[in-house]
C-alpha cells in the first residue's frame, strides 16, 4: 500500500512570495490533515478536512495561508505572502473513517525555508 | 486546551541502557494517548497507543502505561540499541475518533555504541 505523498519535499523562498503544497493521501482515506512543525516542537494541526469539506481550520492562519481538497482527495496548501517565520516542515496526514480510532499516518514532509 | 508535556532533551544514553522519556497530559475528557517516532530524515510513525486507562501499549520493545490518576503515559525500553536513536513525540487526542493529534515538543534519543 502506497503511503501518504507530498511534493515537493524542499522548498527555499524569500520573504513576501508565495508557496503551495501538494498532498495524496492513501487511497481511500476520508480524513486529511495539515500539520506544521517547527524546529524544536512538535506537530501543530493548521486544517484538518473530511473529504473535501473543512471539519477544524481554528488554528490556520487565514490571512496568508489557505488550503483545499477538491473531489476530496489530493490536497493544496498555500502560503502568500510568506514570512520568516513560516520556516517549517509542512506535514500531511490522512488517516480511516469511522469505527474505532484509525492511525493517522504521516507524509515525509515537506521542509520550508523562507529568507 | 489540551495539551502534552514531555522531558527536555537531548537524552543521551549508551548501549544496553535503561530508557524513560517522561510524559503527562492535560485533557478535559478521557484522550487516546500515543507515542511516535521521527527517525533522522523520515517521517512520523506511530510507535504505541492506548486508548483508555491502565491500558499498556507496546511495540519494538517500547513500553507505555496510561495512568489516568497521574496523567502520565511515560515511554520505557529495558535495553537501548543504537538504531532508537531519534526524535520521540508523546500525543493525545480526545475520545471522538478523527480529531487531530495535540504533541508534546519531542524529546530527541542519541544512543552510542
Known amino acids: 500500500e502506497a503511503g501518504v505523498a507530498q511534493s515537493p519535499r524542499y522548498k527555499i523562498i524569500e520573504k513576501r512570495q508565495s508557496v503551495a503544497f501538494w498532498c495524496n493521501p492513501i487511497?481511500?482515506?476520508?480524513?486529511l490533515y495539515w500539520y506544521q512543525q517547527i524546529l524544536g516542537q512538535g506537530p501543530k494541526l493548521l486544517i484538518q478536512?473530511?473529504?473535501?469539506?473543512?471539519?477544524?481550520d481554528s488554528q490556520l492562519p487565514k490571512d496568508r495561508f489557505s488550503a483545499e481538497r477538491l473531489k476530496g482527495v489530493d490536497s493544496t496548501l498555500k502560503i502568500q505572502p510568506a514570512k520568516l517565520e513560516d520556516s517549517a516542515v509542512y506535514l500531511c496526514?490522512?488517516?480511516?473513517?469511522?469505527?474505532?480510532?484509525?492511525?493517522?499516518?504521516f507524509g515525509p514532509g515537506t521542509r520550508l525555508t523562507v529568507l | 486546551g489540551d495539551s502534552v508535556t514531555q522531558m527536555e532533551g537531548p537524552v543521551t544514553l549508551s548501549e544496553e541502557a535503561f530508557l524513560t522519556i517522561n510524559c503527562t497530559y492535560t485533557a478535559t475528557g478521557y484522550p487516546s494517548l500515543f507515542w511516535y517516532v521521527q527517525y533522522p530524515g523520515e517521517g512520523l510513525q506511530l510507535l504505541l497507543k492506548a486508548t483508555k486507562a491502565d491500558d499498556k501499549g507496546s511495540n519494538k520493545g517500547f513500553e507505555a502505561t496510561y495512568r489516568k490518576e497521574t496523567t502520565s503515559f511515560h515511554l520505557e525500553k529495558g535495553s537501548v540499541q543504537v538504531s532508537d536513536s531519534a526524535v520521540y513525540f508523546c500525543a493525545l487526542t480526545d475520545n471522538q475518533a478523527g480529531t487531530a493529534l495535540i504533541f508534546g515538543k519531542g524529546t530527541t534519543l542519541s544512543v552510542s555504541s
Open positions: 487511497s481511500g482515506h476520508a480524513t
Open positions: 496526514a490522512s488517516r480511516l473513517t469511522g469505527g474505532s480510532y484509525n492511525e493517522q499516518f
Open positions: 478536512f473530511q473529504n473535501n469539506g473543512v471539519v477544524d
